[in-house]
């Protein structure tokens, strides 16, 4: 199962995001595969939004307000499926999981027990098993001007589709209503031509000056990234 638990404050209520006990299963535990909101001393518990495997990056958004977060899909359907996933993470929302994946497919093992129709798809793709790990809105700092108005994804890699995926990272670009408009790579090459890592990236923060810093957890290393 998923171990890794990430929270977000905004408004005085906190945001709690726990991933799935499983690849895929129907979790008896609600707070799994989920996002759950308290208020700050713990109380007030509530589930904001359920069906989401292992949303480890999530972020509010400086434009809309609105909560963004990556998913990382279930295993064993092949190299290509299921897509891994960008949600705007909405209150009383699913996000498919373990029925459903990418725009509303129903999964080989749960999908004929639930309708898809009633889940949220992404709003965003990128290919399968590229385990997106952090997320950070940067709107300006240290970096050129083109990259104001951006998102950047820190894709930790796949550990078991065929051609290897991911190990990368890459830029969202927003326009200025924080709408995406196309995505390329910002960091790459950790991925040897023999097939296996040099790195894999997790997360990536934006500080208050303006300067990114990149995690990578094979390394057990922070990137400082600059701009020229």
Not at 67 to 92: A, K, T, Y
Not at 128 to 145: D, E, N, R, T, V
Request: proline share 5%; net charge positive; with cysteine.
């Amino acid at each position: 199962g998923h171990y890794t638990r990430t929270i977000k404050i905004k408004n005085n209520k906190l945001y709690l995001s726990v991933g799935s006990s499983c690849n895929v299963c129907i979790e008896k535990n609600p707070l799994r595969a989920a996002i759950s909101r308290f208020n700050l001393d713990g109380s007030g518990g509530e589930i904001f939004a359920k069906g989401l495997r292992n949303s480890v990056g999530i972020e509010f958004s400086p434009y809309s307000g609105e909560l963004w977060g990556v998913n990382n899909g279930r295993d064993m359907l092949g190299d290509h499926h299921p897509e891994e996933e960008l949600n705007i993470i909405r209150q009383g929302k699913h996000y498919g999981w373990p029925y459903c994946y990418e725009a509303k497919t129903f999964d080989q093992d749960f999908g004929k027990s639930f309708n898809c129709l009633k889940t949220e798809a992404p709003a965003y793709t990128f290919t399968a098993h590229m385990a997106p790990l952090g997320l950070s809105f940067y709107q300006k700092g240290i970096l050129p001007k083109r990259y104001n108005h951006s998102v950047f994804i820190a894709f930790h890699g796949s550990w078991n589709r065929s051609i290897p995926a991911g190990y990368k990272v890459i830029r969202l670009k927003l326009d200025s209503m924080g709408n995406i408009v196309s995505h390329e790579d910002f960091i790459s090459g950790w991925l040897k031509k023999n097939g296996s890592p040099s790195g894999r990236p997790v997360d990536i923060e934006y500080s208050p000056e303006g300067e990114l810093y990149l995690s990578d957890d094979l390394l057990g290393v922070v990137y400082k990234i600059s701009g020229n």
